[in-house]
């Protein structure tokens, strides 16, 4: 069993940047691929990029390409995401969650965090 915690996020002005930690328990991170995920308010959960068990390959939502960097470091069981040129409508609370595919689908995610808020003022 893997346990996410997600410190970090905050508030920032449009155009500035952010980064997000995400922390996991368990002797198995290096085994999960990692992905992280968005909540608007009165939206649903959107996905945002996944990164696979080794770092090698990694896959961003049109939204946030050339903007957003996820990386991990499984000696210290993390995954970041470096948020760049960040937009209001950036704005959510931010889930990391691991699964053992390469996939965008939320349903395919077996552990989340509890999230973090990120808000962006223009």
């Known amino acids: 069993q893997v346990q996410l915690v997600e410190p970090g996020g905050g508030l920032v002005q449009a155009g500035g940047s952010l980064r997000l930690a995400c922390a996991a328990s368990?002797?198995?991170?290096?085994?999960?691929?990692m992905g992280w995920f968005r909540q608007a308010p009165g939206k649903e959960r959107e996905f945002v990029v996944h990164?696979?068990?080794?770092?090698?390959?990694?896959y961003y939502a049109n939204s946030v390409k050339g903007r957003f960097t996820i990386s991990r470091d499984n000696a210290k069981n993390t995954v970041y995401l470096q948020m760049n040129s960040l937009k209001p409508e950036d704005t959510a609370v931010y889930y990391c969650?691991?699964?053992?595919?390469?996939?965008?689908?939320?349903?395919?995610?077996?552990?989340w965090g509890q999230g973090t808020q990120v808000t962006v003022s223009s």
């Open positions: 990164i696979s068990s080794s770092g090698g390959s990694t």
């Open positions: 969650a691991a699964t053992r595919v390469a996939t965008f689908q939320l349903r395919d995610y077996y552990y």
């Open positions: 368990g002797r198995s991170f290096s085994n999960y691929a």
